[in-house]
């Protein structure tokens, strides 16, 4: 896929373009992730084992920002396993000073070891158009698959601050694909725990499950994921 080589080579481009910035004009974030299953946006199970996920930003003064993730697992001999690698390009624009409204447009290239969980060769290429507002969120994203029917993602979400550094992430999300003719609604909830004076910085609560399918033949069922993070930078 020549438009995944481009965006992969443009996200590890602007990396190596900090070089020529001074430290004051990039921030950078990071962290590494152990969870036990690997679950992306679109409710699917990619990973039903273990597995490590290290992920980095290089975010630049004027918007741009650049970032590179990657799910490792760890049962070796899986057959569902899910090895694989992103990498992103996008700008965020902010209408305030807090950033309590902000939009964030991008584009990624997917590289992922389950082709037989897409029909496809696993490579997908997805633009993405982000909202936030207070709390809350919405989002659009656009999978263009290898050798399979393309998808789309739809989200609205609302965090809600539960005190003593508990937050709680609800959403509602319309995705259409990549099987064939399949519309799902899937219902996301997050709790995360942020830590003090811990070598972990938070621990995360995912669950996924169908509110709607049109096809009872959908590989997405209820699904929780739970991970322990610690931050890099």
């Not at 990619?46 to 630049?60: C, I, N, S």
């Not at 992103?86 to 807090?98: C, L, V």
Request: charged share 25%; net charge negative.
């Amino acid at each position: 896929m020549s438009g995944g080589l481009i965006i992969r080579w443009l996200t590890l481009a602007l990396f190596a373009c900090q070089a020529t910035f001074a430290a004051d004009d990039i921030t950078w974030l990071g962290s590494v992730t152990l969870k036990n299953n690997y679950v992306v946006s679109t409710g699917l199970e990619l990973d039903d084992g273990p597995g490590l996920q290290y992920w980095t930003m290089a975010k630049f003064e004027n918007g741009f920002y650049a970032d590179v993730f990657a799910n490792i697992p760890l049962t070796p001999g899986n057959p569902n396993n899910a090895a694989e690698i992103d990498y992103t390009i996008g700008y965020s624009h902010r209408f305030d000073e807090p950033g309590e409204r902000r939009v964030d447009v991008q584009v990624s290239y997917y590289d992922i070891e389950r082709p037989d969980l897409f029909d496809s060769s696993g490579n997908v290429i997805v633009p993405k158009v982000k909202f936030v507002a207070g709390d809350y969120q919405y989002e659009a994203m656009y999978f263009v698959w290898d050798d399979a029917r393309n998808a789309i993602r739809l989200g609205a979400g609302r965090t809600f601050d539960l005190g003593r550094r508990n937050t709680l992430l609800c959403q509602l999300d319309y995705v259409d694909g990549p099987f064939s003719a399949q519309e799902v609604v899937i219902g996301k909830v997050r709790f995360t725990h942020r830590l003090e004076d811990a070598w972990l910085d938070r621990i995360t609560v995912d669950a996924f499950d169908l509110v709607y399918q049109e096809n009872s033949a959908d590989k997405r069922d209820f699904t929780v994921t739970v991970g322990l993070s610690k931050s890099l930078f």
